[in-house]
């Protein structure tokens, strides 16, 4: 038997293998911080957005996000029911739903705002090394964004 034929699928030349295990690994780091305040990963980085723009459409989210409505819309509901953002039918485009941040949701940004920090010191990568990272990453999540809209 050719083994060399089956070296492509070995686990550790699989790209998709380190970018799964360091995602879960790093997500499991927020964990501690991210339940002191009452959120999911998934929550904190919707909240993220939030933070940024304060009101955005479900699309808009999904886009800057990589969520579709499915994941969205019961994420979306959870942060209503905790009084974090509140959910409208845009008034020009009734098929169109904004989502707001609150006060409340608002005034956790104050509560999460050591949180990036803390999560470097876990990370332990220099300044240069995070930089080179995220541009890489960014690259690799824009060709294969484009590759799937081709």
């Not at 550790?12 to 499991?28: D, G, M, T």
Request: charged content about 25%.
């Amino acid at each position: 038997m050719n083994e060399k034929k089956y070296e492509a699928l070995k686990i550790e030349n699989q790209l998709c293998f380190p970018l799964y295990a360091c995602s879960r690994e790093v997500i499991k780091q927020y964990t501690p911080y991210l339940n002191a305040i009452d959120l999911t990963y998934t929550q904190y980085i919707t909240m993220l957005a939030l933070w940024e723009a304060h009101s955005l459409t479900v699309k808009e989210l999904g886009q800057r996000l990589y969520l579709d409505s499915g994941t969205l819309t019961p994420l979306l509901k959870k942060l209503e029911a905790k009084g974090l953002v509140t959910r409208q039918r845009s008034t020009a485009d009734e098929r169109s739903l904004i989502v707001t941040l609150t006060e409340k949701g608002t005034a956790l940004k104050e509560e999460a705002v050591s949180i990036p920090s803390e999560l470097a010191k876990c990370v332990n990568l220099t300044g240069e090394e995070a930089a080179q990272l995220y541009k890489l990453l960014y690259k690799l999540l824009e060709n294969v964004n484009n590759e799937n809209e081709a």
